[in-house]
């Protein structure tokens, strides 16, 4: 098996474990078992549990002081930001809108990437990132009669794991891979304690049922970072980067079966002008990059 097939499966399997992830809690909050403040803290204390355990098993430290300076620092407020709307969104929000918005993902982040590594982008780039800014609009319909207000939450999480991954970028390369997962995941925690706050319910434990869910949510997690640090680490980056928009296919599946979701023909025309967008944007860094000329 080649690197870049092992890298795409890898890739493909991350996405699918991120979709099962967000089904998951979706599921836990929608059943009126636990709230979404409750549901994120939970999530964010399995998945740090789960990375410290990493942690000591590789002998890594749990933390470093590089996590309070520069990039990190700002990497953690943004994973915040994330989180906290990204929860919201999958509370309330359909999925399939969700999971549509955060594919725009990657076309934020070369957008930083212009903005704050000053990185060229050519014509065709910024073509591309202005037809999926279109994708989202299709998607959100920014109309009296079609505008659905939730899906501000999934724009506001979609720019906050934008700026995470933009910031993963700059940091530094002797945090490990698992050391990020700890940091991540106490971000997780702490968007959790935030929503709370300003919850209107009173916090409660969650049910038995809520809890199971949550753990396959924290288990699905686990599995989609860890498959998605083999992918990024095997075969070219412009061949397996792209696989990550299986996560909007598989998650359109999980809608359409397990929450009765209806994409209209609109929303799934955002969804490929989005998807097509980034794959395109994603490939042409691929061969700027092996070129060594703009693209």
């Known amino acids: 098996m080649s690197n870049n097939l092992r890298g795409s499966l890898f890739m493909v399997l991350a996405m699918l474990g991120f979709a099962i992830e967000d089904a998951f809690f979706k599921g836990a909050t929608a059943t009126g078992g636990v709230s979404p403040g409750v549901a994120t803290i939970v999530f964010g204390t399995f998945g740090t549990m789960g ?6 098993w590789i002998k890594d430290p749990l933390f470093t002081r590089r996590f309070v300076e520069g990039p990190l620092l700002i990497r953690s407020g943004f994973e915040i930001m994330g989180r906290l709307f990204f929860a919201l969104s999958l509370a309330f929000a359909p999925l399939s809108t969700t999971s549509a918005i955060l594919q725009a993902a990657p076309l934020v982040v070369t957008l930083g990437a212009v903005v704050v590594l000053k990185e060229p982008v050519g014509l065709r780039r910024w ?3 202005l037809i999926g800014f279109l994708g989202v609009l299709l998607i959100v319909r920014p109309t009296p009669t079609g505008f ?3 899906a501000i939450f999934a724009i506001l999480g979609m720019i906050g794991f934008a700026g995470r991954d933009l910031m993963t970028r700059a940091s ?16 997780v925690f702490i968007a959790g304690v935030i929503i709370t706050i300003f919850e209107d ?16 949510t924290g288990l699905a997690g686990l599995v989609g970072y860890s498959a998605l640090t083999v992918a990024m ?3 070219e980056v412009s061949v397996v980067a792209p696989f990550r928009y299986s996560r909007l296919l598989i998650a359109l599946v ?9 994409p209209d023909a609109v929303m799934l025309a955002g969804a490929a002008l989005i998807v097509g967008s980034g794959t395109y944007t994603l490939l042409r860094s691929g061969r ?6 703009a693209a």
Do not use: N
């Not at 530094?172 to 971000?187: I, K, R, T």
């Open 233 to 235: 680490r095997t075969g």
């Open 288 to 293: 700027k990059h092996g070129a060594g000329s």
């Open 148 to 150: 659905d207000a939730t």
């Open 201 to 216: 319910a009173p916090v409660s434990a969650p049910t038995l049922p809520a809890l199971t869910l949550l753990l396959g």
């Open 51 to 56: 990375f410290a355990l990493y942690c000591l």
């Open 127 to 129: 073509a591309a990132m």
């Open 172 to 187: 530094p390369p002797e945090v490990s891979a698992a050391q990020l997962g700890v940091l991540g995941f106490l971000m």
């Open 254 to 262: 999980i809608a359409y079966f397990v929450f009765g979701e209806r």
